[in-house]
Each structure stands twice: as C-alpha cells, then as structure tokens.
T-cell receptor, first 111, second 112 residues
Framework: GQNIDQPTEMTATEGAIVQINCTYQ??????LFWYQQHAGEAPTFLSY????GLEEKGRFSSFLSRSKGYSYLLLKELQMKDSASYLCAPRGNQAGTALIFGKGTTLSVSS | DARVTQTPRHKVTEMGQEVTMRCQPILGHNTVFWYRQTMMQGLELLAYFRNRAPLDDSGMPKDRFSAEMPDATLATLKIQPSEPRDSAVYFC??????????FGQGTRLTVV
C-alpha cells in the first residue's frame, strides 16, 4: 500500500520562500516526483529525486530523504503565477510502476 | 510539439448513457495511464498500460469501466452505464519506463 501526506493549503507573499513538505510510505521506493497543477489545467512535471539530497532547478528545488520517507519542494522568489496545487508522487520499486499522487498542496501567493 | 491529446475536452451526459473518452499518447511513449480527479479524492489512478498491455486496472470499477489500447496511438476509457458519481476530470498521461508522465488536458465529464 501507499500513504502520502501533504498540507492541504499554504499561503505566502510575492518574493518570499515557501517549503511544501511531503511524507510517504510505499511498498518499495524508486524515486519521487513533484508536479504543479494550475486550476483547470493538467499537472505538469517539476522535479524528480531518486537519491538523497537536494536537486536545484532555477527557483525550484526538491529534497529527498529516503530513510525518513520525506521530501520537500522549495520555491524561492515567489511570483503570483506560482499559485497552484503541488502534487507529491512517490514511485514504488517495480520498474514502470505508475505514479500514485498525494492530494496536493494548494499554494496561494498574494502581493 | 509533442503532447498528449484527449477528446472530448468536455462531456455532459445523462445518467445511464455510455461515455467514451479517447487519448492519443505522445509518439514513442510505451506507457499510458488513466487518472480521475475530483475535489474530494484528488488524482486517482484508474488503469495503466505498457506496450498496449494492461498492467494494472485495480483502481477502476470493473462493472462499468473499461480501458483499452486498440493500437499504440489510441487509448480509450469507457463508462457504461454512467452515473452522477462518475462526474470528474479524467486525465490520460503517457511516458517511458521510469520517466515522468506527461498529461493531456483532460476530459471534464458531467453526468446528470
């Protein structure tokens, strides 16, 4: 089975930094994905972590601790367009196992 | 540019009617997923295929839902008969083994 936990909602202001946490329990583990979904649109891929540590990609970074079953997405220099839902999706250890998504964190960025 | 294409984008139908949703995966992708999204449940996996063969459809209500891949360029999700509780956005996604999945724009289904 799989259990994924994220905060339901977060708020922040433009220019700030926000960290969205995700804890998970999976049957095996083969990497963790973060997706962004704007209201009324499809989810889009943000990042993938398979090894422990921080992966940086522009204003967005993602961290993984496999031993703790924990990941976070760090968003810097927030912009209004970052208002969206952020979905955490760990993958099981069978090759090609489908992504199972958490319910997502809705981030609201205000000016 | 390469993208996953879903049709129709919107569908309103009466309870009891058959609904068919179609998906054209990105050319060359060998894995296709069907997800359903609602406010209450979030994004739920219904079924997925590898090289057109079904790998897992345990998330799908078997009595009314069916998913197929008649060929590598077409995946279908059928609901028969449809019920109001099936109202949701249905997403198709495609990818390669162990890579990210690329999502289509979804089909917003309303069953009245």
């Amino acid at each position: 089975g799989q259990n994924i936990d994220q905060p339901t909602e977060m708020t922040a202001t433009e220019g700030a930094i926000v960290q969205i946490n995700c804890t998970y329990q999976t049957s095996g583990f083969n990497g963790l994905f973060w997706y962004q979904q704007h209201a009324g649109e499809a989810p889009t891929f943000l990042s993938y972590n398979v090894l422990d540590g921080l992966e940086e990609k522009g204003r967005f970074s993602s961290f993984l601790s496999r031993s703790k079953g924990y990941s976070y997405l760090l968003l810097k220099e927030l912009q209004m367009k970052d208002s969206a839902s952020y979905l955490c999706a760990p993958r099981g250890n069978q090759a090609g196992t489908a992504l199972i998504f958490g319910k997502g964190t809705t981030l609201s960025v205000s000016s | 540019d390469a993208r996953v294409t879903q049709t129709p984008r919107h569908k309103v139908t009466e309870m009891g009617q058959e609904v068919t949703m179609r998906c054209q995966p990105i050319l060359g992708h060998n894995t296709v997923f069907w997800y359903r999204q609602t406010m209450m449940q979030g994004l739920e996996l219904l079924a997925y295929f590898r090289n057109r063969a079904p790998l897992d459809d345990s998330g799908m209500p078997k009595d009314r839902f069916s998913a197929e891949m008649p060929d590598a360029t077409l995946a279908t999700l059928k609901i028969q008969p449809s019920e109001p509780r099936d109202s949701a956005v249905y997403f198709c996604a495609s990818g390669l083994v162990n890579t990210e999945a690329f999502f289509g724009q979804g089909t917003r289904l309303t069953v009245v």
